[in-house]
């Protein structure tokens, strides 16, 4: 498997981003997809995860109501709206497909700063 994770980057307390990750390797239509981060000094941790028709999602409690996973399975992708973005926000983010950990892509960086 590939992951291929793009659109961190600096913003704001209250900003918004958009994370990408480009799939390759997999029959992805059928894949558990999840998106994962790893602040400074901290273990990764699941944030959210979304099965292979997107029917079942589940989120970490802190970022509940900000942010959005979804996918488009035409385009091998799954996506990671970020809003109201918090300074505890600031992370690597890493996707995966939760069957074939620890199978890592090489992450995007989010700084979230004033």
């Known amino acids: 498997v590939q992951l291929v994770e793009s659109g961190g980057g600096l913003v704001q307390p209250g900003g918004s981003l958009r994370l990408s990750c480009v799939v390759s390797?997999?029959?992805?239509?059928?894949?558990?997809m999840a998106w994962y981060r790893q602040a400074p000094g901290k273990q990764r941790e699941l944030v959210a995860r979304?099965?292979?028709?997107?029917?079942?999602?589940y989120y970490q409690d802190s970022v509940k109501d900000r942010f959005t996973i979804s996918r488009d399975n035409n385009q091998n992708t799954v996506y990671l709206q970020m809003n109201s973005l918090k300074p505890e926000d600031t992370a690597v983010y890493y996707c995966s497909v939760p069957r074939l950990l620890p199978a890592w892509g090489q992450g995007t960086h989010v700084t979230v700063s004033s």
């Open positions: 390797g997999i029959d992805f239509n059928i894949e558990e």
């Open positions: 979304i099965n292979g028709d997107g029917t079942y999602i």
